[in-house]
Each structure stands twice: as structure tokens, then as C-alpha cells.
């Protein structure tokens, strides 16, 4: 939620920009905008390189081509076609291109998981692990598993942080557009060059000019955040009271929409490397449904998924708590003007928010602090970034947190990307573990 200006001369920046081009062969515009926060940009890059370039049970073409099939179920055509190509340089046959259905069958049948995690990942059960394990033929071992889980999970995330960000293809793509990096931060940092500034670029007032209505809305933030620790230190809610308004707050982002816009049906060069392009997001509450809460206590990524990736995909583990550490950490202790600003119960919040919507429950948090902290138009754009990513429009983006800069908005994304990427990790490991056990 802070700002980190960007300049040419940074020599981190420098740094990550060199080892960016030398792992992809260029800079590509979900990098341009991630160096807003170096830190953050040198994990990413350091986990993504590892899952598709490093030694792992699966063979570089499987990777690109599952990162396709994850991308694909977001109808993002900007991922979809970054490896389409990276899977013609590792070798990958042309043929697969062409449809899911000309894959091999041990790839097709990853077509159920990859859909259930990408909308619904509540419903995955050990039922689902077992089907692709025990297959007789074109089964899975578990390590090609993981590794595969672990892509998926990475691709559906990053389809949320494209869309988010607003992020369109490198200029040498079809429909390619330049990027300019800004340290103004009146402006997005990927505004666009190329001539058509009025249908991409998004504008949000300069910070240091004060309109009545954004300014309020951060001040009234602030007194919010502080009134809500002043409560913390007189009295703590009872885990009953905890629970209770766990209940309330899910029960609440059921009736929070996605973007009310028209849902835009796939492309075929899009939806031709996936299967059932009906099945979608739906509320866990649909259709008479009653998902069981899911305890972190009973199944964390700290104490169980961790140690599963880390033992079937070695390092793996380590790279991607590095990172959702970097992320629900990060802090520069500023919002929008205001400076010397502790952040974390936002920042919680948000990552705390999004696990709710997924029906995971931290019994130590106060789920009666989100609707104090983020309003409607948030809540509206987070859902739709973390659940229908593809519904995400430029007025959204616009609409939240008014008085606060491009930076900060990148900052909110990378919670959104990295507290999806893990509830997704969550309910597919915990579904591996039943069936170990």
C-alpha cells in the first residue's frame, strides 16, 4: 500500500530488469510493472524461473503448456500467448496447440483439476488426487503432482495480477503495446506509448493535489485503523464472537458481486486449451451447497503444505513461502500522503478477506474488522480480480482507494495474487495429504 518511485538508475532495478531478460529473452510487461517493488520482483522472478526452468519431475514442455491450460481458464490471452511461445522454443509439439484434445491423455486429464482450482478449489477432494494417481494408464506420481498443482496455482494467480494491473502484450505481440516506466505517479506506470493512450491508459489525480471526497476517504481510513486498535488494546472478541462474525463476513461476500459488466465468452485461441467453458466461479453457498469451513488451524501452509511441497518438489516450498512472506510483509510505512504508518492491519485485512471468500478461517483474527476497513468498491474489485479476474475494468481500478498512488494499487495486487495463490494451495495439498494418509 505504499509507494517505491521507480528510476533507471536503481541499481536493483537494473539488476532485476538484467536477470529478467536473461531468463525470457525480454522484458515482459508483467515485470515492468512488478518493479515497483523490488523485493517482491526478485522472489518472483527467482520462484518462476525454478518451476519452468530448473530440475523438476516434469519436462519443460509440460510446464509451459500447463501454464497455458491455467491461464486459459481466465481467458487470459496475454499469458496464453507468452507460452505458446516459450513451449515452441523448449521443443513442444505444434500439434497440442491446437486443442486440449490433441495433448497427451495424461495432460487432458489434468483438465478437471486445473478447472476445479481455478473457480471452485472448495470441492477438490482426495477423490479427485486418486483418479490421477491411480490411473493405470498416463497416471501421475506424486511429485509430478505437486509440481503441476504448483503451476496451476502460480498461473491462475498471475491471470488475477494481469488483469488487475491492466497488463496488455509486449509490443512485438499481437495487439502489443510499449510500456514507459514513470516515476510521475499521477500516471500508471504502464502508460501506454504507442498512440492509443485514450482506450488504455488509466489516470488517477496527483496525489499531491487534494480533492475533497479521496482525501476524506484516506483520513477516514486512518481514523478507522486507529479506532480499531484502540478497541484491540480495551477488549479482544471471544472465539465464539470470532467465529460468529467469520460466519457473518462469508456469509456478506456472498452478496458481494464480480464486476456487473457482460461476461465476454472465450476466443477459440483461447478457450481451445480447456474444457466446459460454462463452469465458472459460484459462490460456495449456490444451489443449496454447504462447503465446511476451513480451519487453518487444523491444515496451514506454515505447518502442512510446506513440508509437502518441500518433500516432493524439493526447494519449491522454501521459494513460495519466501514469497508470500515478501508479499503480506511488505511495508515502506506510508498510505497515499501520510507517512510513518503501520499498515498491517490493512494489509491483513485484505489477505484475511480473500481467504474468507474461499471459507478459510484464522480463529486468532476478528472478522468484524473487514467491513470497517474496506469498503464497498473494494470488495467488489478484489473479488472480482481474486474469482472472475477477467471481469476486472479500468473504472473498477479507479473506484477504490481514489487518493492513493499506481504503486500502492500494485502493492494491493500482489496480496490479492499471492492470498489466492495460497488458498488454492491449501485445499489442493490438504486433498493430496488425505489421500497419502
Known amino acids: 500500500m505504499e509507494i517505491l518511485q521507480v528510476s533507471a538508475e536503481d541499481p536493483q532495478m537494473s539488476s532485476l530488469f538484467a536477470e529478467s531478460f536473461t531468463t525470457l529473452g525480454h522484458l515482459d510487461n508483467i515485470t515492468l510493472v512488478m518493479v515497483f517493488h523490488p523485493r517482491y520482483l526478485e522472489s518472483f522472478l527467482k520462484t518462476q524461473h525454478y518451476l519452468l526452468q530448473m530440475d523438476g519431475p516434469l519436462p519443460l514442455c509440460y510446464r509451459h503448456y500447463i501454464g497455458i491450460m491455467a491461464a486459459a481458464r481466465h481467458q487470459c490471452s496475454y499469458l496464453v500467448n ?7 522454443q523448449v521443443g513442444g509439439d505444434p500439434k497440442w496447440l491446437n486443442g486440449l484434445e490433441n495433448a497427451p491423455q ?4 489434468l483438465g478437471d483439476l486445473n478447472k476445479i482450482l481455478a473457480h471452485r478449489p472448495w470441492l477438490i477432494t482426495k477423490e479427485h488426487i ?17 509440481h503441476a498443482v504448483v503451476l496451476l496455482t502460480h498461473y491462475h494467480s498471475l491471470a488475477s495480477f494481469t488483469f488487475g494491473c491492466g497488463i496488455n502484450p509486449e509490443i512485438h505481440c499481437d495487439g502489443g503495446h510499449t510500456f514507459r516506466l514513470l516515476s510521475v505517479d499521477g500516471y500508471c506506470i504502464c502508460d501506454i506509448t504507442n498512440g492509443n493512450h485514450d482506450e488504455y491508459k488509466v489516470h488517477i489525480p496527483d496525489t499531491d493535489i487534494t480533492t475533497p471526497e479521496p482525501s476524506c476517504e484516506v483520513e477516514a481510513l486512518m481514523e478507522k485503523m486507529k479506532q480499531i486498535q484502540e478497541c484491540r488494546d480495551d477488549v479482544e472478541a471471544s472465539q465464539e464472537e470470532k467465529a460468529t462474525r467469520f460466519e457473518k463476513e462469508k456469509r456478506e461476500s456472498m452478496l458481494v458481486g464480480c464486476s456487473e459488466d457482460e461476461e465476454i465468452a472465450p476466443t477459440r485461441d483461447v478457450s481451445r486449451h480447456f474444457e466446459d467453458t460454462s463452469y465458472g466461479y459460484k459462490d460456495f453457498s449456490r444451489h443449496g451447497m454447504h462447503v465446511p469451513t476451513f480451519r487453518v488451524q487444523d491444515y496451514s501452509w506454515e505447518d502442512h503444505g510446506y513440508s509437502l511441497v518441500n518433500r516432493l518438489y524439493p526447494d519449491v516450498g522454501q521459494l513460495i513461502d519466501e514469497k508470500f512472506q515478501i508479499a503480506y510483509n511488505l511495508t515502506y510505512n506510508t498510505m497515499a500522503m501520510h507517512k510513518d504508518v503501520d499498515t498491517s492491519m490493512l494489509r491483513r485485512a485484505i489477505w484475511n478477506y480473500i481467504h474468507c471468500m474461499f471459507g478459510i478461517r484464522y480463529d486468532d483474527y476478528d472478522y468484524g474488522e473487514i467491513n470497517q476497513l474496506l469498503d464497498r468498491s473494494f ?15 479500468n473504472r473498477m481500478y479507479d473506484s477504490f482507494w481514489r487518493q492513493f498512488k499506481h504503486s500502492e494499487k500494485v502493492h494491493v495486487n500482489l496480496l490479492l495474487i499471492e492470498a489466492r495463490m495460497q488458498a488454492e494451495l491449501l485445499y489442493a495439498l490438504r486433498a493430496i495429504t488425505r489421500y497419502m494418509t
Do not use: D, G, M
Not at 495424461?106 to 486429464?109: A, H, I, N, S
Not at 486418486?130 to 505437486?146: G, Y
Open 130 to 146: 486418486e483418479q490421477l494417481l491411480k490411473t493405470e494408464e498416463h497416471s501421475w506420481s506424486l511429485a509430478e503432482l505437486v
Open 82 to 88: 507468452l507460452h505458446v511461445n516459450y513451449f515452441l
Open 379 to 393: 470488495k467488489i474489485y478484489i473479488k472480482t480480480v481474486v474469482c472472475a479476474p477477467e471481469r476486472t475494468t
Open 106 to 109: 495424461k495432460l487432458q486429464k
